[in-house]
């Protein structure tokens, strides 16, 4: 059997601490991110219907042949575009979940393009 690392068990720890408190309505879905160490996924769902409204991520057709000069910039440019998705899909607000990271660098850099684009968290 495979040994988890302290970190990990942590994180996990944080991400149901965090999902006690948060739960995605119709009016105001969950915004959820997912940080790796190369990319930065996220989606807005809507857990009453337990469906995806919106989603997008750095691996997405939006940044094919751009270059960015860092994982900051790219979070922020996901941001945007997930903002765009959503106020498509008729959401204003969201909840932000996220995903038992700590709320700076990539993290705060995702939801400030998201705020830039017009989302209210």
Known sequence: M????????ARRKRIKRIR???????????????KSNRHIYVQIIDDQKRVTLAAASSKGKDFEG??????CDQA????????K???AAG???????RGGNVY????????????GGGLKF
Not at 20 to 34: A, D, L, Q, S, Y
Request: proline share 3%; no cysteine.
């Open 66 to 71: 751009v270059e960015y000069k860092n994982k």
């Open 2 to 9: 495979a040994k988890t690392s302290p970190k990990l068990t």
């Open 91 to 97: 959401v204003k607000e969201v909840v932000y979940d």
């Open 104 to 115: 700076h660098g990539r993290i705060k850099a995702l939801s400030e393009g998201a705020r």
């Open 76 to 83: 922020t440019k996901v941001g945007e575009i997930i903002a």
């Open 85 to 87: 998705k959503a106020l």
């Open 20 to 34: 006690k408190n948060i739960f995605g309505t119709g009016e105001r879905p969950r915004m959820r991110v997912f």
